[in-house]
Every structure is written in structure tokens, then in C-alpha cells.
């Protein structure tokens, strides 16, 4: 049988889906054939027609009826090699490319808000380092200025935050006590001072145990939910550590002075309904429905006006931000000076021996 021609004057059609492949940037092409090279034939099989493009001012047209490209705009091409592209793979890629800049957290921009996961592949159970900390700050800054309405922050896995990551602490501080009991007591004072200042509503959703710093920051957010399964705990005298991350201050102000000595002094565990009743949790939800039950609920939040939301925290949260950033500074001097000599890190030495919690 004779060979059909298809509409585009190809047979068969075979070098019409040879073109999609090349659209696509699939890597599927002929030898020889180079895709970088952008010119009259390219501008051919995207449909354009050299004089509609020489109305436009990117270039001009010559007598056989081609295209003589402005050399900006060649270049411009050039750059773009695969400017032929899909618009959701090329979202694709980018939001890809995001994530490539971090490695112990994960940052999703959704619609009206942005979403940063806890996802440490450094550390168990999302323990805290100085270089974790200092991406959830990077997160945080880029998060300030962008055009989200607010911040979710949870995290990947069955465990939120464990808090600081003590064998890290040991063999930094065993190498160059000084030093390095500075350079982290920084990065923690640096890291709690971004929630702090951070202007945006914060969010916080709680899928399991929150321990130490991770327990701390809580009362800096400003709206907490917790699935049942979560807990919460801040055993720090129980560590032969000072609090951290604002909780001396916020915890009694809070919880009340009892219940907070209690978690502070005797590392008292608070089950998710306990710290609902208590003020720490804003609502409490089952854990088969815990996701969709945040992200319906911060969907909602993110309808709302950004200068509505950002000005209502300002109002709420104002005059708490200088009591709040000297706390923060008093905090992470005493735990310097704590790291710093050589009771202090006994204190963590005999921690790790003894394991006083298990996550």
C-alpha cells in the first residue's frame, strides 16, 4: 500500500513525534542533530513566520523570506536552550532546583503560603544542628520577602524535632570547647531570633514528639496544632542545661509557673490534650486526618488578606519583641558559658551514657 501522508507533509507522521520529543527536551534525537543550536530552522518548527517576528522588533526580514535575528536576541536563545518547553515541567524543574539548595529540610511554595519540612538526612529524629538551623533561617528569610501569606512549618517523618543533637554537641565541643561553644550558642540565638522577628503568621503542625528547642519555639509561633500522637517535652536541668529558645520566659507565662517549672525543672512529658488544655496547642486532631485537616485549615488562612494577617500579628505580637529577643540573647550566654567549661560538658557525657529519654 502506498505510504500515507500526514498534515504535515511528513510520512507516517514519524518525524512529527521525533519534533515533540525535542519539545520536550527528552533527550530522544537524532546524531548530529544539535539541539542548541537555535536559528532560522527552529524558529520554523515552532510556527512563527519571519516577518510577524520582524514586527515585533526581533529582527529582520531578508529577501528569501528568512529571519536575520537581532544578535540579543540570539544570545537571549542561546541561554534558553530549551525555551520550547512545557510550562508545568519547567515549574517542575524549578521547585527541584529549590530543594537542591537544602539538605535537612524540604521547602514546598503552595498557593498563598510557604511550606517548610523538618526532613534531616544529617541527624535522627530531626535533631538540631548549627547547619540544620542555619537552612530553617535561610527558609525563613527567603519566606519574608517572597509573596506567601504565611508559613507552614512541620516536619517528615513520625518525629517533629527532637530538639538539639547532643552527640553532635560532644564531639564539637570535646575538639575545641571554647570555640565551639560560642559558634553554637550563636547559631541557636541566631536561629530563635528568626522566629522571633519573622513577620509573616507561623504555623505549626505537630505529627509526633517535640523535645528541647524543638518544644520551645512553639509559644514563638503563632498558631500550634497537634495530631494525637504528638507529645511534648524539655527535660533541660534534667540534661544539666539551661532553657533555651525563649521558653524561660514564655513557658510560665503560658502554662503557669507550676506546670512550667515542672517541664523545665523535671522534664515533665505533656500529652497533646494536656498541652490543648493548656494553652501550648491550639487544636488537637486525630492522626489519620491530621494533614488534611492542617492544610484545609491553612488553605482557608492563606484566602485572607496578607496585610490583614501580617498587621493583625503585629498588633498581637509587638510588644512582646524586645522582652522576647533579650531573653533570647541572656539564654544562649548562659549556655555558652555552661558549654564552655568542663562541668558542662560532663553534664553531657553522663546524658548520653544514662539516655534520660528515648524518642
Given at each position: ?127 538540631l544542628t548549627p547547619e540544620i538551623m542555619k537552612e530553617v533561617r535561610r527558609a525563613l528569610c ?218
Amino acid at each position: 500500500m502506498p505510504l500515507k501522508k500526514a498534515q504535515n507533509g511528513m510520512e507516517n507522521g514519524d518525524a512529527g513525534s521525533e519534533k515533540e520529543e525535542r519539545h520536550f527536551g527528552n533527550g530522544s534525537h537524532q546524531p548530529g542533530l544539535d539541539l542548541n543550536d537555535v536559528g532560522e530552522q527552529d524558529l520554523g518548527d515552532c510556527h512563527v513566520s519571519p516577518a510577524a517576528l520582524a514586527e515585533n522588533g526581533l529582527g529582520s526580514a531578508l529577501t528569501n523570506g528568512g529571519l536575520n535575528l537581532h544578535s540579543s536576541v540570539k544570545r537571549k536563545l542561546e541561554a534558553e536552550k530549551d525555551y520550547v518547553f512545557d510550562k508545568r515541567l519547567r515549574y517542575s524543574v524549578r521547585q527541584n532546583e529549590s530543594n537542591c539548595r537544602f539538605r535537612d529540610i524540604v521547602v514546598r511554595k503552595e498557593e498563598g503560603f510557604t511550606h517548610i519540612l523538618l526532613s534531616s538526612q544529617t541527624s535522627d529524629n530531626n535533631a538540631l544542628t548549627p547547619e540544620i538551623m542555619k537552612e530553617v533561617r535561610r527558609a525563613l528569610c527567603n519566606a519574608a520577602t517572597d509573596d506567601s501569606k504565611l508559613l507552614l512549618l512541620s516536619a517528615v517523618g513520625s518525629v517533629f524535632c527532637s530538639g538539639l543533637d547532643y552527640s553532635y554537641l560532644i564531639g564539637r565541643l570535646s575538639s575545641d570547647r571554647r570555640k565551639e561553644s560560642t559558634r553554637i550558642a550563636e547559631a541557636i540565638r541566631d536561629f530563635v531570633k528568626a522566629f522571633i522577628q519573622f513577620k509573616k503568621p507561623i504555623v505549626v503542625a505537630i505529627n509526633g514528639p517535640a523535645l528541647g528547642l524543638g518544644a520551645s519555639i512553639l509559644p514563638l509561633c503563632d498558631i500550634v496544632w497537634a495530631s494525637e500522637k504528638a507529645w511534648f517535652q524539655t527535660p533541660y536541668a534534667t540534661i544539666r542545661l539551661t532553657p533555651a529558645g525563649c521558653s524561660s520566659y514564655t513557658f510560665p507565662q503560658i502554662l503557669g509557673v507550676a506546670l512550667a517549672n515542672e517541664m523545665l525543672f523535671c522534664g515533665r512529658k505533656l500529652t497533646a490534650q494536656e498541652a490543648c488544655s493548656r494553652g501550648l496547642v491550639s487544636q488537637v486532631f486525630w492522626p489519620t486526618t491530621f494533614s488534611q485537616e492542617v492544610m484545609l485549615r491553612v488553605k482557608e488562612m492563606a484566602s485572607c488578606s496578607a496585610v490583614v494577617l501580617e498587621e493583625s500579628k503585629c498588633l498581637v505580637r509587638s510588644f512582646l519583641k524586645s522582652v522576647l529577643e533579650d531573653v533570647n540573647e541572656k539564654e544562649c550566654l548562659m549556655l555558652k558559658q555552661l558549654w564552655g567549661s568542663s562541668k558542662g560538658l560532663d553534664s553531657l557525657f553522663s546524658y548520653l551514657q544514662d539516655k534520660i529519654y528515648e524518642v
